[in-house]
């Protein structure tokens, strides 16, 4: 689980990553990563809308998607703002597959390579 330094809480700073941010898209996720020169943690933030399903499933691929993060906190730099918007496939997705997706953008988009 992500502890609370290590998440976006204001829709001002969703809104500047998705914004300013670079992005990687796939059938399942889009991401989209702002690198920034502070001295903290890196910081991940999940955008769920109600067309991935009923709360019960967003709510799943949310879990899912903030276990896949904590993973990968060690091989994110500090500074840097993550944003992950599940697309409707993401509902049928497994937890290999989430892992899959956003390996291969954290790879594309932040510098150095992120272990899959």
Request: glycine letters at 6%; charged letters at 35%; proline letters at 6%.
């Given at each position: 689980?992500?502890?609370?330094?290590?998440?976006?809480?204001?829709?001002?700073?969703?809104?500047q990553v998705v914004r300013r941010g670079t992005r990687c898209g796939?059938?399942?996720?889009?991401t989209s990563v702002l690198p920034a020169s502070d001295d903290r943690a890196p910081r991940f933030g999940f955008i769920i809308s109600k067309q991935v399903g009923t709360a019960v499933v967003r709510?799943?691929?949310?879990?899912?998607l903030k276990a896949v993060c904590a993973?990968?906190?060690?091989?994110v730099p500090e500074g840097t703002d993550v944003v992950i918007r599940a697309l409707p496939a993401s509902a049928s997705a497994d937890?290999?597959?989430?892992?899959?997706?956003?390996?291969?953008?954290?790879?594309?988009l932040?510098?150095?390579?992120?272990?899959a």
């Open positions: 689980m992500l502890a609370r330094p290590n998440r976006l809480t204001r829709g001002v700073d969703y809104r796939g059938p399942r996720l889009v709510n799943t691929v949310r879990r899912r993973e990968f906190l060690d091989t937890f290999a597959d989430l892992r899959s997706d956003v390996a291969r953008c954290l790879n594309r932040v510098a150095g390579p992120v272990r």
